[in-house]
């Protein structure tokens, strides 16, 4: 069976371990570096979730190996706090589905029901 994991900051770390995913709770780029080259050598890693600033501050060559990868898929988690809604949330969530599963997402209705899918997720 495939795993998840996450790399996220340290102060999130435990939201996500209380969910029993494993958890990499990083402080730099070069920590959240070594954890996403570790965790992509792993045999049975299906997903690995990693906080969008970590991918961000990847250099280019490591960023482009990783986004390419499909074994294991590696997706960008969308950071900010957890009552930010609107627009840009939307449109960063349907981007991060768009690379998981290559389709284009559209969200309509009013800004309150889209508040309310994302708040689901």
């Not at 390419?68 to 939307?90: K, N």
């Amino acid at each position: 069976m495939a795993k998840l994991a996450v790399i996220t900051d340290p102060v999130l770390a435990p939201g996500f371990a209380l969910a029993g995913v494993e958890v990499h709770g990083v402080d730099s780029p070069a920590e959240a570096k070594r954890a996403l080259l570790t965790l992509m050598h792993e045999p049975d890693m299906g997903i690995i979730a990693i906080a969008a600033g970590h991918l961000s501050a990847l250099d280019e060559a490591t960023r482009r190996r990783v986004i390419g990868s499909t074994r294991p898929v590696v997706v960008a988690m969308p950071s900010g706090m957890p009552t930010e809604v609107g627009e840009r949330r939307s449109r960063e969530i349907a981007e991060m589905i768009r690379r998981a599963i290559g389709f284009r997402i559209t969200f309509r209705g009013s800004e309150s029901q889209i508040a309310d899918l994302i708040s689901q997720i």
